[in-house]
């Protein structure tokens, strides 16, 4: 059984930058691929970032292509989401989220454990 506790969020002017962390803990972390997902208020849950176990590939949505960089530090048990150049529509509750397959995965029924989220509110 896999804990996940995001922490980072804020509230951050347009343009600005937050980065986000997911420590891990129960589990062999190593063992992973994880992902970003975020939902805002009204609509699903949605796929952001995702990266494989060892850190080297990644998958991002289109929506935040270039302007989110996601990385892991594997020593630390530690997944974090850099993000720069923040926009309104980027206003969502973060959750990040761990499965044991395949780090190509967006649908979030895939993946077997989550966080319970952290609030990133972008003003304009």
């Known amino acids: 059984q896999v804990q996940l506790v995001e922490s980072g969020g804020g509230l951050v002017q347009a343009g600005g930058s937050l980065r986000l962390s997911c420590a891990a803990s129960g589990g062999t972390f190593s063992s992973y691929s994880m992902a970003w997902f975020r939902q805002a208020p009204g609509n699903e849950r949605e796929f952001v970032v995702s990266?494989?176990?060892?850190?080297?590939?990644?998958k991002y949505a289109d929506s935040v292509k270039g302007r989110f960089t996601i990385s892991r530090d594997n020593a630390k048990n530690t997944v974090y989401l850099q993000m720069d150049s923040l926009k309104p529509e980027d206003t969502a509750v973060y959750y990040c989220?761990?499965?044991?397959?395949?780090?190509?995965?967006?649908?979030?029924?895939?993946?077997?454990?989550w966080g319970q989220g952290t609030q990133v509110t972008v003003s304009s």
């Open positions: 990266i494989n176990r060892s850190g080297s590939n990644t």
């Open positions: 989220a761990a499965n044991s397959n395949t780090w190509l995965i967006t649908r979030s029924g895939s993946y077997d454990y």
